[in-house]
Nanobody, 113 residues
Framework: QVQLVESGGGLVQPGGSLRLSCAAS????????IRWYRQAPGKERELVAT?????????TYADSVKGRFTISRDNAKNTAYLQINSLKPEDTAVYYC?????WGQGTQVTVSS
C-alpha cells in the first residue's frame, strides 16, 4: 500500500534551518507530483510547496515561504525533501507530504528561542 513517512522536524531557533524528508513506497514515485503542506495550531492546513513529476521537475511555492523553502526530489531514492531556511516562529507547524491522494503522518517543526 501507499506509504509516506516524513522525518527531519525538530526544535530550532529563529533563523535556523531544517531539511525535511518524505520517504515514499507503494507506488511509482517518479510519476507523481509531491506536495508539502503545513498546519499550525488552530489554523487550516496550508499548501507550501509543490514539485512536479519526472526528472525535469518544476516547483511552486506559497508566497509566505518563497525564497526560504526549497522542494526537491530524488526519484532513485523515492524521497522528497523540503529545505527550510531562515526559519521564523510563524513557520511552527506540523509538516505533511502528500502524493497520489495519500498523506504522511507529519513531522513537527517548532521555531522558538
Amino acid at each position: 500500500q501507499v506509504q509516506l513517512v516524513e522525518s527531519g522536524g525538530g526544535l530550532v531557533q529563529p533563523g535556523g534551518s531544517l531539511r525535511l524528508s518524505c520517504a515514499a513506497s507503494g507506488f511509482t514515485f517518479s510519476s507523481y507530483w509531491i506536495r508539502w503542506y503545513r498546519q499550525a495550531p488552530g489554523k487550516e492546513r496550508e499548501l507550501v510547496a509543490t514539485i512536479s513529476s519526472g526528472s525535469s521537475s518544476s516547483s511552486t511555492y506559497a508566497d509566505s515561504v518563497k525564497g526560504r523553502f526549497t522542494i526537491s526530489r530524488d526519484n532513485a531514492k523515492n524521497t522528497a525533501y523540503l529545505q527550510i531556511n531562515s526559519l521564523k516562529p510563524e513557520d511552527t507547524a506540523v509538516y505533511y507530504c502528500y502524493a497520489r491522494g495519500n498523506w504522511g503522518q507529519g513531522t513537527q517543526v517548532t521555531v522558538s528561542s
